[in-house]
T-cell receptor
Framework: DAGVIQSPRHEVTEMGQEVTLRCKPISGHNSLFWYRQTMMRGLELLIYFNNNVPIDDSGMPEDRFSAKMPNASFSTLKIQPSEPRDSAVYFC????????????FGPGTRLLVL | QKEVEQNSGPLSVPEGAIASLNCTYSDRVSQSFFWYRQYSGKSPELIMSIYSNGDKEDGRFTAQLNKASQYVSLLIRDSQPSDSATYLCALYGNNRLAFGKGNQVVVIP
């Protein structure tokens, strides 16, 4: 099993640029989560999808953030325009519906906005 | 009050000793609790889950849950250098996992 795949693993960009983070969940998992982790705020849930449908996006910081899941094997998190305060590690996680203990995290994308 | 709180600072323990981590939560409805381990630069991985009051043991790890007092703890017996990591407490509530900020454990050889 390949696990959750995220790309890129590292991203350095300048303020104002668009950033797109990508995630491929584990095959057969029908729930997908985007988290952000910083030292100050810890691990925060941004948005999650069930069967490709966004269920709760209340954690998305503001309109600069958007997420899509066009199919069961791919999701994107986009930040436009990016700001230095968006610098963080962004994790994608997936699980089978109803089984919280089987939530698996991807390796994360380290984003630095200059 | 935040949903999940882990207030202790970094914990340093000598190799072979017991490391004790605590977590309190505010949502009385929560039924499922988890401990994740996160090595520096890596993603969180699940190490323990607990759903009922009392203790649950898995190898050198013991999770303890007290719903009346709204806390969950993790004991690491015979601590090893490989246990040096950040430990995140999490609970399932409102159809999502809520995480604490984590406690760093450093095991000194």
């Amino acid at each position: 099993d390949a696990g959750v795949i995220q790309s890129p693993r590292h991203e350095v960009t300048e303020m104002g640029q668009e950033v797109t983070l990508r995630c491929k969940p584990i095959s057969g998992h029908n729930s997908l989560f985007w988290y952000r982790q910083t030292m100050m705020r810890g691990l925060e849930l941004l948005i999650y999808f069930n069967n490709n449908v966004p269920i709760d996006d209340s954690g998305m910081p503001e309109d600069r953030f958007s997420a899509k899941m066009p199919n069961a094997s791919f999701s994107t998190l986009k930040i436009q325009p990016s700001e230095p305060r968006d610098s963080a590690v962004y994790f994608c996680a997936s699980r089978r519906a109803g089984l919280w203990e089987t939530q698996y995290f991807g390796p994360g994308t380290r984003l630095l906005v200059l | 009050q935040k949903e999940v709180e882990q207030n202790s600072g970094p914990l340093s323990v000598p190799e072979g000793a017991i490391a004790s981590l605590n977590c309190t939560y505010s949502d009385r409805v929560s039924q499922s609790f988890f401990w994740y381990r996160q090595y520096s630069g890596k993603s969180p991985e699940l190490i323990m889950s607990i759903y009922s009051n009392g203790d649950k043991e898995d190898g050198r790890f013991t999770a303890q849950l007290n719903k009346a007092s709204q806390y969950v703890s993790l004991l690491i017996r015979d601590s090893q250098p490989s246990d040096s990591a950040t430990y995140l407490c999490a609970l399932y509530g409102n159809n999502r996992l809520a995480f604490g900020k984590g406690n760093q454990v450093v095991v000194i050889p």
